[in-house]
Each structure stands twice: as C-alpha cells, then as structure tokens.
C-alpha cells in the first residue's frame, strides 16, 4: 500500500523538479533574448502569426510575377497583422528600391536590421544597401525626383561656389588633343573615335557645341627640342587633352612620367562599385576650367570583349566630357547618365538633358559664372 504512493510521491517530486528546470530555462532562454533583442531565425507559425506568414507568402508569389504594388500591399498587410515578421521588411526594401521609392525602401531595410535574427542570411548585403541609399538620398529624395539636379554642379573657384560652363556662342570648337597611344598596353586605335562618338552625345542638347581634333603626327616631323617645342604648343590651345595611360592611381608617384604632366586639382572620378575600379577621371588645371585633362586607363577596360570595350568608352567619354562642359558634380539618381556610380548606357536622361540645358541658358548677370572669355 505505501510502496505506490512512495513512487507516487517520487514521480510527483520528478515533475516538480523538471518543471523548475523547464521553467528556469525558458526564463533563461527569453532572459537572453530580449537581451539581444533577436527574434527567431525560423518562420512558422511556433513562433509568428499564421496569417501574417500566408500574406507573406502571397506577396512573394506577387512580387516573382512582377506585380510589385500588389507585393508591397500584401507585405504591409502582413504587417498589420505581425509586426515582428521581420523578413517582411526585407522584401519591402527591395520592392520600393525598384519603383525608386528610395526612402521608403531605407526605412524599410532599417526595420530589417533592427528586428532580424544575426543569424538571417541577408543581414550583410542589407547594411550595403542602407549605406547606398543613405548616400543617395543625401541631397534628399527630392533632389532624385526633381527635373533637374543643377543646384548641386557648382564648384569652387577661388573659394567661391560658381557655376562653370563655355561660351559656344562664338562658332569655335573645343578643341580636342589625343596623346599618342600607340604601343602603350591594351590600346586600339578605335578607342578616339568612340571617344569622339561620346562626347558628341552632348551635341542632342547643345546644338552649338563642335569639336576639332587636334593633328597629334605634327611633332613627328620634327626633331628634338623643335619636335618637343612642336607638342607643347598645340597641347597649349586644347581645350581638352585626353591621355590612355595602361594604369592610372590618382594618388601615383610623382616622378612617373604620366603623374608629372598633370597639375591637377579636381577628381570627379567614375567608379566600378562592384570592382571598385578607376574606370575615368578628369583633371583641371587650378582655376582654369576650360582646359581639362581626362584620362581613361586601359587594364579595366581590356578586361571586356572589344564591342564592350568601344561601348564602355563611348559612356566614359560622354560622362567625362559632361564635367568638362560643366556638369562638376554628380547625380544622385541612377537613372542618370551623370550618375556618380556605374551606368550601362550611352543616353541622356531628361534630367541630364534640363540640367545642361540650364546651365546653359543661366544669365551670367544674375549668377555666379565661370566661362573661357
């Protein structure tokens, strides 16, 4: 009679005590959770709301059909209904970064980084989205959607924000000087006509604008000193001088011969972001903004196919040339040809088209002007 009630008590004091330890444990478990503010890398509906999950589930099927407004309404409605369902956030970043809701998409990838787990594999890749687009919105996003983006091309000229632009009112070209490149690595001698074909890009807004190649085989006709004499004074009337070094470090040693033919003050500089390669920079002697050096350095480019090569250029010559007309700064919208990142095409936007335009018509009594008269 006592031997089961022993056991009885002996299985009750098990329970108890395994309880205790359950319990402690779950304390312990929600103790160090809320320490790090993490909530369960696993969605299931253990630990977040069936119907948040099914409406996420919808807004995928939504968004890999390409109906993107549907997938950010279901994804919102989601969140109506769970507010921690944090990978919600992360398919709202990338819907709203690809209607170029910019803001809206930053907030939503903040939200990600604040409530998802530190184990969620996207964590990495959304901290670079934030710190794009927290570069690209920071003229705001008014700037990106605006008609134009002339108030942010001014640059400084002694110590003072001016607007800088040539006179093609008077019918002379600019004057174009291609630094001999034969034999230097990676050249190929289709490389100025589609630099050429670039730069007449600008030709669609400013019907004004004409160039002329300067005759780079003078000096080969002459000897020594007179065949140098012959170099300096033709590179002396360019207006823009353009140089294919093989490499290029904007911060490169003084003594290599290309560094020491370029007193250079600014560097607009396009960039790779993915490769972070130096894929063209313009150079501008100080305070004098209609002589421009630009330099395109070849081992990026040998690197692509040669149809890829020419139209790779074709973009860098027209984007380089944009700063020399006067566009010294960049866009923040990537739809831009004068975007400060990468652009994969050779066409102006209606933003770059007004911006030049603009700057163009602008009234040199009313703003401050830099021009070559």
Not at 157 to 164: D, F, N, S
Not at 252 to 258: A, H, K, Q, V
Not at 267 to 282: A, C, E, Q, S, W
Request: charged content about 25%; some cysteine; hydrophobic content about 40%.
């Amino acid at each position: 009679m006592y031997k089961p009630i022993k056991h009885s008590l002996k299985g009750l004091f098990l329970l108890i005590v395994l309880t205790y330890v359950v319990c402690i444990t779950y304390a312990y478990s929600k103790d160090e959770q809320s320490k790090t503010n993490e909530l369960p890398l696993e969605i299931s509906e253990k630990f977040y709301k069936k119907d948040a999950i099914l409406k996420f589930n919808d807004a995928v099927k939504q968004w890999e059909s390409k109906n993107t407004l549907q997938a950010i309404g279901l994804w919102n409605e989601a969140l109506n209904v769970d507010s921690k369902l944090w990978v919600v956030y992360l398919g709202l970043g990338q819907a709203y970064s690809s209607i170029h809701e910019y803001t809206k998409s930053l907030e939503a990838y903040k939200h990600y980084l604040e409530l998802a787990p530190q184990q969620a594999p996207d964590i990495k890749s959304v901290q670079e989205s934030v710190s794009y687009l927290s570069h690209l919105l920071r003229f705001g996003e008014e700037q990106i959607k605006s008609k134009d983006y002339l108030s942010i091309v001014k640059t400084k000229h002694q110590g003072k924000e001016h607007y800088v632009r040539w006179d093609l009112n008077n019918d002379k070209p600019l004057k174009i000087y291609f630094y001999p490149a034969n034999g230097i690595p990676n050249y190929r001698s289709e490389f100025q006509s589609a630099f050429l074909d670039g730069a007449r890009l600008w030709q669609e807004v400013l019907p004004n604008l004409k160039f002329e190649v300067l005759d780079n085989t003078i000096p080969l006709k002459f000897q020594g000193k007179e065949a140098k004499k012959k170099e300096t004074e033709i590179i002396d009337i360019a207006q823009i001088k353009v140089v294919f070094p093989s490499r290029f470090k904007v911060k490169g040693d003084p003594n290599n011969p290309l560094a020491s033919q370029i007193d250079a003050q600014s560097f607009p500089i396009i960039r790779d972001k993915k490769n972070f390669r130096v894929l063209g920079v313009i150079m501008i002697s100080p305070f004098i903004y209609y002589q421009s050096q630009i330099a395109i350095p070849l081992e990026p480019l040998a690197k692509l196919s040669f149809n890829d090569q020419i139209k790779k250029l074709k973009i860098i010559a027209a984007r380089e040339v944009g700063h020399a007309l006067g566009l010294w700064g960049f866009s923040p919208n990537p739809e831009d040809l004068m975007f400060e990142g990468e652009v994969s095409e050779l066409k102006l936007s209606e933003r770059d088209r007004n911006t030049m335009k603009k700057l163009y018509e602008l009234d040199s009594t009313k703003e401050e002007l830099v021009t070559n008269n």
